[in-house]
């Protein structure tokens, strides 16, 4: 099973995008989820996490302008992203937290510009 980002886009700083990542099964219901990205030349990140009673987390460079939120009846996973930063340019993946191999899939790539 692999878990496929989508939403991702070229926008403008301050702009805004909305990522999903639906699931096949339960794989949200069960789990926490999470939203990782990587930007070139650097390792992949946890940016968002959200756990099976809904409770969340950010990284401290997203705090403030992205919301993780889940959508169980519909076994989806949602980044809403504001006030984006050139810095914020990466590919997102979606994934269980913590995370497994067998889900990773190619992400969505979202790129700033300023």
């Known amino acids: 099973v692999q878990l496929q980002a989508c939403g991702g886009g070229l926008v403008q700083a301050g702009g805004s995008l909305r990522l999903s990542c639906a699931a096949s099964?339960?794989?949200?219901?069960?789990?926490?989820a999470g939203w990782y990205r990587q930007a070139p030349g650097k390792q992949r990140e946890l940016v968002a996490r959200?756990?099976?009673?809904?409770?969340?987390n950010y990284a401290g460079s997203v705090k403030g302008r992205f919301t993780i939120s889940r959508d169980k009846a519909k076994n989806t996973v949602y980044l809403q992203m504001n006030s984006l930063k050139p810095e914020d340019t990466a590919v997102y993946y979606c994934?269980?937290?913590?995370?497994?191999?067998?889900?990773w899939g190619q992400g969505t790539q979202v790129t700033v510009s300023s």
């Open positions: 099964g339960s794989i949200f219901s069960n789990n926490a």
């Open positions: 994934n269980i937290f913590p995370t497994r191999d067998a889900y």
């Open positions: 959200i756990s099976s009673g809904g409770m969340t």
